[in-house]
């Protein structure tokens, strides 16, 4: 008969550390596809390059706490229009996430119009996929 001790102080610093690994990747991949967007459309999407781009990583951080917070909710009462068009509104509720970002930030994040805001969502969704897929699991099985 064997006596498996589990240390349970080891597995939620994993977790944390995990969780803290997934939150960085994220803030890192969102800022550079910001910045990147605003290199390539420079009419249409604005971000204020004071202090080192510190209001592109503000908006990745601000975009990540919309999408934990307000983008479930969203979700949930746009259900039955996502449901009607087969998944196809899906995207603009990153729409949607995006013009609160350029509502809170003000001057330091624009976004003129909403084409450009469809080609932003659909980039960092784009990201989220290969940011998950190519970096986030691979750490996540080397940690087990």
Not at 14 to 20: G, I
Not at 85 to 98: A, H, K, R, S
């Amino acid at each position: 008969m064997k006596v498996i001790i589990i240390d349970e102080k080891s597995s939620i610093n994993k977790v944390r550390l995990n969780r803290f690994i997934d939150w960085l990747i994220n803030m890192v991949g969102y800022a550079l596809v910001l910045i990147t967007v605003s290199v390539l459309f420079p009419k249409t999407i604005q971000i204020d390059n004071s202090y080192f781009g510190l209001w592109g990583l503000l908006a990745a951080v601000v975009i990540y706490i919309l999408n934990k917070t307000v983008k479930p909710i969203l979700v949930f009462f746009t259900l039955p229009i996502t449901g009607l068009t087969l998944g196809l509104f899906y995207p603009f509720i990153n729409v949607i996430i995006l013009n609160i970002v350029d509502f809170i930030l003000g001057d330091y994040f624009t976004i003129n119009g909403i084409f450009m805001s469809f080609i932003v969502a659909v980039f960092i969704s784009i990201m989220n996929i290969l940011m998950d897929k190519l970096v986030i699991q691979p750490i996540l099985r080397r940690g087990r």
